[in-house]
Each structure stands twice: as structure tokens, then as C-alpha cells.
């Protein structure tokens, strides 16, 4: 399979606790975004990688979020001290410059207790 | 905010044509429609996208008005498999070209 992977699928951590979600784009995409999405909404944009530059956050990223990309490859979003709003789907995708469509990953639900 | 109106929810009988509308009456003269659905703890998944002109693939067909304020997803031949929420997306592809959704369309195909 060579779509988007993200790992892990689920996560359940304690308010408080620090998680860490990675994402393999498709191979040779070079832009990356990251988008989250709670019960009964569309996915809401977080932040847009090129290569290994985050070139935008949405305001949605509050000050525990940061995502890096320090390859130009994966990516990685942490959620440090965690919130039960943080609660959700945690979804990335990858596409080339252009037109070209952005792909999916299946996301990470994350249930904060 | 997502540049599209769509109503909430729709049906439609297992084997007749799905057709969804989609209204995006501000959309600019460089943006694109996408049409993704997503089915329940799945990511999106790529339908189809046009500017001006009709698009076929082996998904669907996407009709766009004229004057480009509107569209129309057709699903030729619904399955209950096509039962998910269908999001129309108005997408300017410069800058970062990043989609916006809204709250999209539920689809329930009745057998």
C-alpha cells in the first residue's frame, strides 16, 4: 500500500499526558498537512508543510501543538499536556504543487480520559 | 470558512443516480471544485475536481454550471457502499492549497 500511513490509530492517554502521532506521506509528495476533525464536523486545517518548511498554522494550533517535518519526509504532530477538547480525529494528507488532489490517511483518533 | 453550501442529507435507491448539489456562488476564477466523501472512521477520499469544464472518471461525474456558481456530483449507479458524507470543496491552488471543508452532504443509499 503505498497511500498515506498515519500510526498510531488510536490513542487513549490521561489528561495532562504528552502524545505523539507520526505521518508517512506518499512517496515524493512534497507538501503535507496536517487537518483534525471532531464527531459530526469536517476536517479542520492545522498547519502546511513544503518539504521541511511549515510555511502556515491555523490558530487552531494553540501553543501545545508543534509539528515537524524534519526531513522533508514523515511528520510528526505532538499534543503536549493534553485536554479532553483535544479529543478527536487527527488526520494527514500529502499532495504535489498544483492541482493535484490532497490524499488521506485513515487519521489517529485520540480519546483524552 | 468553506466557500460551499450543501444541504445536510439526502437519499437516494440502491442502483439509480446519486445526484449531489453543491452551490459556491463567491468562487473565483483560479479555484477549483474537489468533490471527497468519507465514509465513518476513514480518511477522505479523493472523487473528482474540475474548473469549468465536466469531468468523468471511474468514480463519478461532475457537472459545473456555466457561470461556475454551482455543481453537481453524480454517482451513476448508487451502492450502499456509497452511503458517506460527500464534501464539496472550493480550492484556490496557489499559496498553500490547502482544502477547507465544511459540513458536507450525508448520503444514504437505501437498498
Known amino acids: 500500500d503505498t497511500g498515506v500511513s498515519q500510526n498510531p490509530r488510536h490513542k487513549i492517554t490521561k489528561r495532562g499526558q504528552n502524545v505523539t502521532f507520526r505521518c508517512d506521506p506518499i512517496?515524493?509528495?512534497?507538501?503535507l498537512y496536517w487537518y483534525r476533525q471532531t464527531l459530526g464536523q469536517g476536517p479542520e486545517f492545522l498547519t502546511y508543510f513544503q518539504n521541511e518548511a511549515q510555511l502556515e498554522k491555523s490558530r487552531l494550533l494553540s501553543d501545545r501543538f508543534s509539528a515537524e517535518r524534519p526531513k522533508g519526509s514523515f511528520s510528526t504532530l505532538e499534543i503536549q499536556r493534553t485536554e479532553q477538547g483535544d479529543s478527536a480525529m487527527y488526520l494527514c494528507a500529502s499532495t504535489l504543487p498544483g492541482i493535484s488532489p490532497l490524499h488521506f490517511g485513515n487519521g489517529t483518533r485520540l480519546t483524552v480520559t | 470558512d468553506a466557500k460551499t453550501t450543501q444541504p445536510p442529507s439526502m437519499d437516494c435507491a440502491e442502483g439509480r443516480a446519486a445526484n449531489l448539489p453543491c452551490n459556491h456562488s463567491t468562487i473565483s476564477g483560479n479555484e477549483y471544485v474537489y468533490w471527497y466523501r468519507q465514509i465513518h472512521s476513514q480518511g477522505p477520499q479523493y472523487i473528482i475536481h474540475?474548473?469549468?469544464n465536466n469531468e468523468t472518471n471511474e468514480m463519478a461525474s461532475l457537472i459545473i454550471t456555466e457561470d461556475r456558481k454551482s455543481s453537481t456530483l453524480i454517482l451513476p449507479h448508487a451502492t450502499l457502499r456509497d452511503t458517506a458524507v460527500y464534501y464539496c470543496?472550493?480550492?484556490?491552488?496557489?499559496?498553500?492549497?490547502?482544502?477547507?471543508f465544511g459540513k458536507g452532504i450525508t448520503l444514504s443509499v437505501r437498498p
Open positions: 512517496s515524493e509528495h512534497n507538501r
Open positions: 470543496i472550493v480550492r484556490d491552488t496557489g499559496a498553500n492549497s490547502k482544502l477547507t
Open positions: 474540475g474548473l469549468k
